[in-house]
């Protein structure tokens, strides 16, 4: 059984700028969310995607966006990258309909912007 | 509304001595309650979750947890700290709206002496 895997590990970016952060989930997992760590303070909920859609979101502006593939990994993308958008982001992979399922979380991303 | 909220944030033991870390949650209903660790500048692994069963609950690595409702309270404890348990501990809820995000609390560092 393979885990969440996340790419990449690092990454600086300049303000105004995009990147795309990547996340397979564990197999067998069919839905995935993604969560902003900023330094010293406990993951915040971006949002979640089932079957390849978007299925609820946290308090994040709209240049916050996601795919799903059928596959079920993931993407998490960022447009007009801003100072405070610094932090690790982690990707969690679960299956929706099995009961009290648990998350599976990656390493995640350290994203510094400059 | 849901919440974790992380009583100490941050607690010192010494090597060989009990651990207890304090979590209090709000929920208006039977929460799902769950522990994860996070060392350093790695992502999140789960430590042990509450859902409904067994009020006290055994996690990995000596780990333990009691749902206390009356008290609204699910304390982390071990009874002999290693110093490999050094690292940030992280109280959370998950949320039932339709979709369930997981809410954190805001983590406790546990620091162990020799």
């Known amino acids: 059984e393979t885990g969440v895997t996340q790419s990449p590990t690092h990454l600086i970016k300049t303000r105004g700028q995009q990147v795309t952060l990547r996340c397979s989930s564990q197999?067998?997992?069919?839905?995935v969310s993604w969560y902003q760590q900023a330094l010293g303070q406990g993951p915040q909920f971006i949002f979640q995607?089932?079957?390849?859609?978007?299925?609820g979101r946290g308090n994040f502006p709209p240049r916050f966006s996601g795919l799903q593939f059928p596959n079920y990994s993931s993407e998490l993308n960022v447009n007009a990258l801003e100072l405070d958008d610094s932090a690790l982001y982690l990707c969690?992979?679960?299956?929706?309909?099995?009961?009290?399922?648990?998350?599976?979380f990656g390493s995640g991303t350290r994203l510094t912007v400059v | 509304a849901q919440s974790v909220t992380q009583l100490d944030s941050h607690v010192s033991v010494s090597e060989g001595t009990p651990v207890l870390l304090r979590c209090n949650y709000s929920s208006s209903y039977s929460p799902s309650l769950f522990w994860y660790v996070q060392h350093p500048n790695k992502g999140l692994q789960l430590l042990l979750k509450?859902?409904?069963?067994?009020?006290l609950v055994k996690g990995i690595n000596g780990f333990e947890a009691e749902f206390k409702k009356s008290e609204t309270s699910f304390h982390l404890t071990k009874p002999s700290a290693h110093m490999s348990d050094a690292a940030e501990y992280f109280c959370v809820v998950r949320k039932r709206d339709g979709y369930n995000k997981l809410i954190f609390g805001a983590g406790t560092r546990l620091a162990v002496h020799p």
């Open positions: 197999s067998g997992h069919n839905t």
């Open positions: 509450y859902t409904s069963a067994a009020t």
């Open positions: 995607y089932y079957r390849e859609e978007e299925n």
């Open positions: 969690a992979s679960s299956h929706e309909g099995v009961p009290n399922y648990g998350y599976t």
